[in-house]
DNA sequence: TTGAAAGCGCTAACAA
DNA sequence: TTGTTAGCGCTTTCAA
C-alpha cells in the first residue's frame, strides 16, 4: 500500500482531543473548554451536550497543551535528600497528598545530600517550569542552586533544614531544644559520660542538634569533650564507626545521643556485633521515631519529630505563596517530643531496688 | 500608571525562550533546535553563537511545548503501593536512575494497594500522557486499570507481582522457590510446627509465597494446618495481631515465616513485648532484608530479594519496550536468596553440647 | 451565550 | 546549510 509520507509520530491510538470532543457535542472547542474548566455562562443544554461527550470519549485534556498555554505547570518540585530514608518518605506523601488536593503534581528529586545531584534536578524543574520547589539544602551553606530557583520567579519552601541568610518560608523542628531535651533527660539520670553521634556539618540539623547537646551541657556546668563528639555522617556505616570508636575508649561514655535514626541503625549493629547491653552498659537516644522503633531491642528512647505534620505544612506553606506572592515569610518551627521507652535508663538506678531494670524483669516504660 | 490591558499570566522574569536564544545568536529557531537536539547540518560557526547565547540566556527548553510538539511526554508512571515501604522506595530510585539517563522523567504514584488511588493514578498518568507505565498492581485479580492504559496505547510493564492473563513484560522473583527455601531449612532444622503469616490474597506475591510454605511441606510428608496460617494483612498492625495468635495457641509453632517485612516489625513488636526469646523459644524468618536487619537482635534471617536489579531490569525492560513495540513479552524472574543469621535455630540442636545457643555466648552465624 | 482566531514554545517538513 | 512555516492541544480575548 502506497500511502502519503505524512508524518505521524505514535501510530497507536492517541486519546480523544477537545476537538473531538467539540465535534461530537456540535460546538466550539471554546465552549468545552468553558465546561472543562467549569466556567460560567455556559447553557444548560450545551453542558449537558459537552459532559456527554467528554465522557462518551474518555476525553481527558492534554496537560503538556494545558501548561503551555497557561503558562504555569501547576507541578511543585520536591528536593529531598533519599528517598529511602523513612524521614523524607513520609514527607514526600504527605506533602503530595495535600498538593494533589490542590490539583498541584509533586516532582521528586533526590539529591543524595550532593550539590551536583541538586543541580541536575533543579535543571530539570526550570525546564519543567514547575510552579515551585520545596527543599532541603543539600548543604546549608551553599544554597547557589536554590538561588538559581528564586533567581527564575520560582517560590521556594524550605523543609527540615535551616537556610541561613536566605528569605524564605520555612518548616523544621526545634533542633536545638530537641537536643537538649534528650541530654537534659540523661543527665538528670545520672549519666556522667555523655556522648555525641553527629552528621555532617554543612547540614543545619547535624549542627544544630550539636549545638543543643553542647548547650545542655554547658547549662548544666559539665565540660564538652570533643572526643565524645563523633560524626557518623548521617549514614548507617558512619554510625558504626562512630559508635566503635566511642567504645573502644578507655573510658566509655555511659550514654549517647544519635542525632538521626539512619546512624542508630550503624550504632545498634555494633553494639549487637559486641554484645554490649542496652541500656546496661550504655543508654542511648535516637534522633526519629519510628514506627518499629517498638519492635527492636530494647524499645527505642527517641525524638520523634512531627514529620507528617511537617509535609502538611509546607505543602501548605507552598500553597500560600503562590496564591500570595508577597506575603511575608513565614517560619514554622515546630517542637519534637522524647519519647520515653527502655534504651535508655539509668545504670545508677538500676541498683535502687524499686526499680527493675529491663533485663530483669522486662518492663516497659512508655511516656509521651 | 495605565497601562494596555493584554493579559499577562506570570509578572516574574520567565526564562528565556528559544526565540530570545535565536535573536541572539542571529539565527533561526529551527537552526537553534538542530543544535538543542545534536542533529547533523549545523555549520561550526553557528553552533558556537548558538551555544554561546543558550548559556549567556541560561536557557532551557520547555518540556511542555516540546511534549506537545513531540506527541510524547518521555514521562514514565510508576505505580507502587507505597513508597514508604522501604522496598518500594529502593525499587523506585533505581528505576528513576536508569530512566533518568535516558531521558525519561519518573512520576510516581502511590496506590496503597487501594483500586481507587490506582485509578487516580492512572487518570493522572493518562493526561500526562506518559510514555509508559511501571507497575505492582494493587490487586492481582482486578487489572481493569492497567488495562486502561494498555487500551490507550500506553506500554506496561509489571514489577514485584504477577499479573495473570495480561500478556506484559515482568520482572518478580521466584515467590514459590523463595518461600519454599525458608521452610525447607526451618525444616532441616529439625522444626515440627513450622507457621506462616501471609499478605492479603489478592496480591499474587501472598499466595504465591503461601504456596510456596504449602508446596515445601508437602514434599517433606507434613500436614499443612490451616490454623497455623495466619493473614497479616502485609501491615505492621497484622503482623503483630497475627503473632499474638500464634503465640496463644495451646500448641506454638516453633518456627515462623514472615512473609513481608513490616508484618516482621509488628511480629517483633509483641515478640518483645512479650519478652519472648527469639530463636529459643521461636524462630523466625522473614521476607526482605535491609540494611538494618543485622541491627536488629537477634540478627535476622532472611530472604533477601534482588530489589535493586529488580528495579534495574524494570526500567530496562519499559525502554525496551519502547523502543521495540513488537518484541515479544518477557517475563524475568529473579533467584531470592536466604541470608542465614541468627534468628532461626533449631531448639533441638540448642540440646547438643557442641553447640552453643545465641543467649548463651552471643556467637553469630553469618552465610550467604 | 457562543464561536472565531490568536498564540503559548517547540520541532520538522519543505523550500531555498 | 539555513530559514520559513505549519501545527501540536489548549485557553482566552474579542466580536457577534
Not at 538521626?260 to 555494633?270: D, I, K, P
Amino acid at each position: 500500500m502506497v500511502k502519503s509520507t505524512s508524518y505521524v509520530k505514535s501510530p497507536t491510538a492517541t486519546g480523544a482531543t477537545i476537538k473531538d470532543v467539540a465535534a461530537r457535542a456540535g460546538v466550539s472547542t471554546a465552549t468545552v473548554s468553558r465546561v472543562l474548566s467549569g466556567k460560567e455562562g455556559v447553557s444548560e443544554e450545551l453542558y449537558l451536550r459537552v459532559r456527554d461527550a467528554i465522557e462518551k470519549l474518555d476525553y481527558r485534556p492534554n496537560q503538556a497543551a494545558r501548561r503551555l498555554r497557561e503558562r504555569q505547570s501547576k507541578i511543585i518540585g520536591a528536593l529531598v535528600p533519599d528517598i529511602q530514608i523513612p524521614f523524607f518518605s513520609t514527607l514526600v506523601v504527605q506533602m503530595e497528598r495535600v498538593l494533589q488536593e490542590a490539583g498541584y503534581l509533586l516532582l521528586l528529586g533526590n539529591t543524595f545530600d550532593q550539590l551536583q545531584e541538586e543541580l541536575l534536578n533543579v535543571s530539570i524543574f526550570l525546564s519543567e517550569d514547575v510552579s515551585g520547589v520545596i527543599f532541603a539544602a543539600a548543604n546549608s551553606h551553599d544554597l547557589s542552586n536554590i538561588i538559581r530557583l528564586q533567581e527564575n520567579g520560582i517560590p521556594v519552601v524550605a523543609i527540615d533544614r535551616s537556610t541561613g541568610e536566605l528569605q524564605v518560608d520555612s518548616v523544621q523542628i526545634a533542633n536545638i531544644q530537641a537536643a537538649k531535651l534528650a541530654v537534659d533527660h540523661l543527665l538528670e539520670e545520672g549519666h556522667q559520660e555523655i556522648a555525641l553521634i553527629t552528621g555532617p556539618q554543612h547540614i543545619s540539623t547535624a549542627f544544630e542538634r550539636q549545638n543543643g547537646y553542647e548547650l545542655a551541657l554547658r547549662n548544666a556546668g559539665r565540660p564538652v569533650n570533643p572526643k565524645l563528639v563523633q560524626d557518623g555522617n548521617y549514614l548507617m556505616d558512619g554510625g558504626y564507626l562512630a559508635m566503635r570508636n566511642l567504645m573502644e575508649r578507655r573510658d566509655r561514655p555511659s550514654a549517647i545521643l544519635v542525632a538521626n535514626y539512619v546512624m542508630t541503625m550503624g550504632a545498634l549493629q555494633y553494639i549487637h556485633e559486641k554484645s554490649i547491653e542496652v541500656p546496661d552498659e550504655i543508654s542511648l537516644i535516637s534522633f526519629d521515631d519510628m514506627p518499629w522503633s517498638v519492635a527492636i531491642r530494647p524499645p527505642l528512647t527517641a525524638i520523634a519529630q512531627p514529620v507528617e505534620e511537617i509535609g502538611r505544612i509546607a505543602a501548605q506553606l507552598m500553597l500560600d505563596r503562590i496564591r500570595m506572592p508577597s506575603n511575608s515569610t513565614k517560619h514554622i518551627i515546630l517542637e519534637a517530643k522524647l519519647i520515653i521507652r527502655s534504651s535508655c535508663l539509668c545504670s545508677i538506678l538500676s541498683t535502687r531496688p524499686a526499680r527493675p531494670t529491663i533485663s530483669d524483669q522486662s518492663i516497659e516504660i512508655r511516656l509521651g
